[in-house]
């Protein structure tokens, strides 16, 4: 009894088939598959050798074909591009084997099935980009003739929020053109609009395109039926014309726990990306905003969290280049939650006046709450510095009272006291100043916790591109 092979071709040129698959066409009696592929492997065919077209979608004649040859004890080679065990024929030929066995076909048990793998297009088309497959992977097919639309809307869905990056097939056709529109949509409910996208058409033949664009930018027209797509995670880049996805094999080095907790950081903020409502937020307030959700568990922080356009790279900025010396918190539980590895690397110093003795001595005598007393005295000697609230609203007050007076001229501030008392009205005292940078827990949400993690954001910002929060630990 004959055999039959099925072959994946690759993209199309000889040197990109495998030894195995070019043996094989060698020694076959006959080849079945659609013609266009036919071209590809005539030069290395034996004399003799039968052609045998069923023509586009006769998948399944085709294989029917492959079985009457190998019946007539024909070694058949069952030609698809790419890997044919990737939306090729090599599912379809042992699944035929199965329902001819089923049907009492007895001949079909000794038909021996080869399966010879090749070069998929993704896989091609990923070598042309760069390397953007270089992490967990998945391949959705945008064809809906044998899959119900529902099924493969509920897989982008998947792939999009799981991160993974994804390859797409059958992107576009005359008869479907609205398929990737509602990809593209779906991958932006859960993806930032920056995240790259590379799309080559014709991957290794003579009419090549290749293209690296981001996946807000992405226009489907530009794509055919012959193009493949690959969408980037969240970790994905592009350098020097490259589309780069990382495997993790440059992660900063350090030792013991300080590794650990990072690591286990960066994990959690990349969780927190991915589930952010709104993507496309600039740098530096989303870099705020991870820090707070990461610290309070609360994606509630997403409404409620506002900073002025710029004011964390802008306090950075002023760490960065030794204008900005000193933080100045109400409570001493916000110094205590700042990085003591970031103050030491910047040369920062974080105060808290709350134990000073001058400070009841005021409060007794002024009538006031300590905390307000402590920020008079921090007004006297830091005038300039990074003020950070996280429990005491009055404290705020008085530091918005110090500046009308002329007092104070802040760094920057940041408002996250939490309560049901004045809470709000100190934090609505805060925003008419327009020259001081501001960031601001708004509603009676806010605490010492969230002060402090709000300065790391700050004392790191130099981290967020990189997404590197935990190396101050």
Known sequence: MGKIIVAGLGPGSQEDMTPAVLEAVRSADAIVGYKYYFQFVQPVMKAGCMCIDTGMKKERERAEQAFLLAEENKTVVVISSGDAGIYGMTPLIFEMKRERMQAGLTSAADIEIVSLPGISAFQKAASLLGAPIGHDLCVISLSDLMTPWEAIERRIRAAASGDFVTAVYNPKSHGRYWQLYRLQELFLQVRSSDTPVGFVRQAGREEQEVKITTLGAFDPEDVDMFTVILIGNSQSYVTEGKFITPRGYYREQTSGSVKIGQNIMIESF?????????????????????????????????????????????????????????????????????????????????????????????????????????????????????????????????????????????????????????????????????????????????????????????????????LKPGRDL
Request: glycine share 8%; proline share 4%.
């Open 270 to 466: 990349r969780t927190i990306m991915g589930e952010l409502k709104k993507k496309d937020w600039p740098l530096d307030h989303k870099w705020a905003l991870l820090h707070a959700i990461h610290t309070s568990a609360d994606f509630d922080m997403e409404n409620i969290l506002y900073t002025d356009e710029g004011a964390v790279e802008n306090l950075y900025n002023k760490v960065a280049n030794g204008v900005l010396k000193t933080i100045v918190t109400d409570v001493t539980m916000v110094t205590s939650g700042i990085r003591k590895g970031a103050l030491t690397r910047l040369g920062i110093e974080a105060k808290c006046y709350l134990f000073d003795p001058r400070v009841a001595e005021m409060a007794d005598a002024e009538g006031i709450t300590r905390t307000q007393a402590g920020i008079r005295l921090a007004v006297e000697e830091h005038p300039d510095a990074l003020f950070a609230f996280g429990n005491a609203p009055t404290a705020l007050m008085e530091l918005c009272h110090l500046i009308r007076k002329g007092k104070a001229r802040p760094a920057g501030i940041i408002a996250a006291p939490v309560g049901f008392v004045h809470v709000r009205e100190s934090k609505y005292m805060v925003k008419p100043f327009k020259d001081i940078p501001k960031i601001i827990v708004e509603g009676r949400k806010g605490g010492s916790n969230l002060a402090a993690t709000l300065c790391n954001a700050i004392l790191t910002f130099d981290d967020a591109a990189q």
